[in-house]
Every structure is written in structure tokens, then in C-alpha cells.
């Protein structure tokens, strides 16, 4: 819930709010959603949104509004604001795909399946709903959808490396091991400072039990992001596979202290005092 859209086509200015113009206030805004002032930035949207209840592109602002109060955690009045944007501007894609992550937010799965279809309904290849659906399917473990997702996406946008990221790992889930394999080290090749694309090669080794391989990438996708919890994790799931507990209970043991959710590691921790 981070797309923040505070680029408008302005018309002459002539309302104000505390001595400034829409268009100003518009530009404070956006300082605020850059800064994560969220506080200042829910402020400023009531007062551009207070110049003219009728203004005919108040509903971006109102979706604007929404964000911001996801961040603050104030859920029902982001859902009023989303409401009132779709309401305003039942084409208003944006709006309809923040509810959406909203809705997620608040494990109403089919509502959120209802705004990202209709937002595919309007745009059919917005990048937010494919995606998110697909991540849906993943989270269910039905792979086959989620790969048509993320296959449909990058038909249209092929430089997306995030969504051949989550189509690597798709075909991982489904054991097209060599699919994955191409799909990871091409993406390792265009973006070598990913510390995540390393980790997830690592996984895919440690899987088909090349261990050797698999310690490789994780220590690189640790010297890159020291702080990676996942890889932390991994490394340790590599130890484990190859009888080494002690330094395997080191990593997890590492991971934990990091926030790593312990219940994801439970059965390897039978070894770990």
C-alpha cells in the first residue's frame, strides 16, 4: 500500500487553504509521502480536498487520503477514503487495487479478489492486480494460476524483474527445476547486486541437493545484504542438509534473533539446544 500519486493536471488556482493553493498544497503533499510524514500528509490532503467538495479530480486525493491512513493503521477510514474515490470515479483503477491491498490486510480474501478483478476488468494488464493475484496463489499454493499471472504480466512488461522473480520461484514450487534455474541465473546476470536473487538460487540448489552451489550464492547474497534474514536462514537449512547442526543451529539461532518467524523453522530446530 505504497503507491503514492500526487501528479496532476491543474487548471487555474484560485482556492486556497491557509494562504495556499491547491497546487501548492499538492507539492507539500508529495514532500510528505517522500519523507514518510504520514501525519502531516492525511493534514494536507483533508485541506485540498476541504477547498472543493466538487473539484472533478478529488478522487485522487481521496485515494491519496487512504494511503495515508493505512500507514497511520487507521483502516476504516482508509476504507471510507477508497470508497469515496471509487465512488467519485468508478474507473479509477488505483483505487480499487489500494482496497484490494487493504482488504488483504484485513484477510478478506474475496473482496480483495472482487476490486482486483474489476481492476482487470478496466486495465487488464495492471501491473499491481496480475501481480498480486499471482502472490495470492502462491500464499494458496496454486501454482498453475499463479504462473498465468505472472507469465500474462511479463508478456506485456518483460523488464519486470520482481515478477520474473515470483515466476522463478513459481516454477521452483511446481519442481521445473531447470525452468527456474535459466529463469534465476538470467536474472542474476542483469541485476548482480540482489542480494534476494542469490538467495533464491541458493534454495533452488539446496533443493535439487547441490550443496556446494548453494553455499556459493547464499554467501554472496550475505556480502551483499549482511542483514538478509531469509539468507541467514538458508545458510543454515544448507548446514542442516549436510549434517553440520551446529553451525545450522548458529544461522537459524541468528535468524530468530533477527525477527525470522520461528514456527517457518520449527522442525529444524529439534537439533538446536
Known amino acids: 500500500m505504497k503507491r503514492i500519486i500526487l501528479t496532476f493536471t491543474l487548471g487555474v488556482l484560485v482556492l486556497t487553504a491557509n494562504g495556499q493553493t491547491r497546487e501548492q498544497l499538492t507539492e507539500q503533499a508529495k514532500i510528505y509521502s517522500a519523507s514518510g510524514d504520514n501525519v502531516n500528509g492525511e493534514k494536507v490532503l483533508k485541506l485540498i480536498i476541504g477547498l472543493d467538495s466538487n473539484y472533478v ?21 482508509a476504507l471510507n477514503s477508497f470508497n469515496t474515490a471509487i465512488k467519485l470515479n468508478p474507473k479509477f483503477v488505483l483505487a480499487y487495487t489500494n482496497r484490494a491491498k487493504l482488504y488483504r490486510s484485513l484477510n478478506e480474501r474475496e473482496k480483495a479478489l472482487k476490486d482486483y478483478n474489476t481492476a482487470l476488468e478496466i486495465d ?65 546476470e542483469d541485476h548482480p547486486n540482489d542480494a534476494s536473487l542469490y538467495n533464491n ?57 533477527k525477527g525470522f518467524q520461528r514456527d517457518r523453522i520449527e522442525g529444524y530446530l529439534s537439533k538446536c539446544k
Open 124 to 188: 487488464p494488464y495492471n501491473q499491481p492486480a496480475l501481480n498480486d493475484l499471482g502472490l495470492m496463489c502462491v500464499n494458496s499454493k496454486d501454482f498453475a494460476t499463479a504462473r498465468s499471472y505472472f507469465e500474462k504480466l511479463l508478456s506485456r512488461f518483460p523488464d519486470d524483474y520482481l515478477v520474473a522473480s515470483n515466476l522463478a520461484n513459481v516454477k521452483k514450487s511446481q519442481g521445473d527445476y531447470l525452468g527456474a534455474l535459466a529463469e534465476f541465473s538470467k536474472l542474476i
Open 201 to 257: 538460487r541458493a534454495d533452488l540448489f539446496l533443493k535439487t541437493k547441490k550443496y556446494d552451489k548453494a553455499m556459493i550464492d547464499v554467501n554472496k547474497s550475505l556480502e551483499i545484504s549482511p542483514e538478509y534474514v531469509v539468507a541467514l536462514i538458508t545458510k543454515g537449512e544448507i548446514y542442516y542438509e549436510n549434517g553440520d547442526f551446529e553451525n545450522a543451529c548458529k544461522y537459524f539461532n541468528l535468524g530468530l534473533s
Open 57 to 77: 479530480s478529488n478522487y485522487w486525493y481521496w485515494s491519496n487520503l487512504g494511503v495515508f491512513q493505512i500507514n497511520l493503521g487507521k483502516q476504516p477510514e
